[in-house]
Each structure stands twice: as structure tokens, then as C-alpha cells.
């Protein structure tokens, strides 16, 4: 009895190992995603339509409208995508990092802290959006944001077997 197992128990670690890697790997790719649309996100301020993606007009007013009726409001608008900007892509390193580094070597604090930090700002950021306070395309505008999501919390799913694992090991 005893023999069968310590046989079962490297496969059981195995699948552990092969979670904590694809879960490590699904969180870093989610981290890059945030990075991702940080960058689409500052671009579309300076290049595109000045606003968000899946926003081509504030109530009908484009860019260059508000370009020429109100250029502070513009100023201000382009301050806080800018800021915006710079916190997804901060949050995307840091997401990145925790997983890559941290996770991956089992550090359950690692693993604690790359999850808290995206509930607490998707905790923030998606609920203003189910008011309908102005007039956006739900897909391009949530879609990868969403996306990036599904994949964060996957990989959280799967390297949380592995980190505790490693954890009850040390």
C-alpha cells in the first residue's frame, strides 16, 4: 500500500508543476495584456479618436469638436488617459513580475498580491461602466480588458494548487 503510494505521489506533483507553469504563464500573458491596452489606451489619446477604444464621440462631440469649443477640457481629458495609461501599464509590469517571479517560484505572498491588485482596480473600473452614463461599443471597449481577465483568472486558478504546494513544502 505504502509502495502504490509513492508512486502516485510524483505524478500528483507533476500535474502540480504543469498547473503552477501554465497558471504562471497565463497570468504573465494577462499582465502583458493590461500593459497591452495601456498602450492602445495612450495612443488613442494622441492618435486616434482622443478617447477610449470603442469610443468615437462624447455625445456626439469628436476630438477636433472639443478641440475647438473646449481645448481644457481636451487638456484635461488627455491628462487623465495619460494617467490611466500610465496605471494599466504599471499594473501590467507588476502583475507580469509578481506571476513570472514570484508565483512561479511558489511564493504564495507573490500569488496573493498579483491577484489583489487586479480586483481591487477592475473592482473600481468595471462598475461605472454598467450606468450607461455615455455612449460606448461594449465589445471593443470591454472585450480585451475582459479577455486579459479570463486569462488572469485561469492562471490564478491553476497555479494556486502549485504555489500551495511548494508553500506546504517549505
Not at 12 to 30: F, Q, Y
Not at 37 to 57: K, M, N
Amino acid at each position: 500500500m505504502a509502495e502504490k503510494a509513492a508512486v502516485g505521489q510524483p505524478e500528483r506533483a507533476n500535474e502540480t508543476d504543469a498547473g503552477l507553469r501554465n497558471g504562471v504563464r497565463l497570468m504573465s500573458l494577462a499582465g502583458l495584456g493590461f500593459v497591452g491596452y495601456g498602450v492602445v489606451f495612450l495612443y488613442r489619446t494622441f492618435f486616434g479618436t482622443g478617447f477610449e477604444l470603442g469610443v468615437d464621440t462624447l455625445g456626439g462631440v469628436t476630438r477636433a469638436d472639443l478641440a475647438s469649443s473646449n481645448p481644457e477640457m481636451l487638456h484635461y481629458i488627455n491628462h487623465l488617459h495619460v494617467a490611466v495609461s500610465g496605471l494599466l501599464v504599471g499594473v501590467g509590469i507588476g502583475v507580469a513580475a509578481l506571476a513570472w517571479y514570484g508565483v512561479r517560484s511558489g511564493q504564495s505572498w507573490a500569488w496573493a498580491t498579483a491577484v489583489v491588485v487586479p480586483v481591487v482596480s477592475l473592482g473600481f473600473a468595471l462598475p461605472m461602466h454598467y450606468f450607461e452614463l455615455f455612449g460606448h461599443d461594449w465589445l471593443t471597449h470591454l472585450g480585451p480588458i475582459y479577455v486579459a481577465t479570463l486569462l488572469f483568472v485561469v492562471g490564478a486558478v491553476l497555479s494556486y494548487r502549485g504555489v500551495k504546494s511548494v508553500d506546504r513544502a517549505t
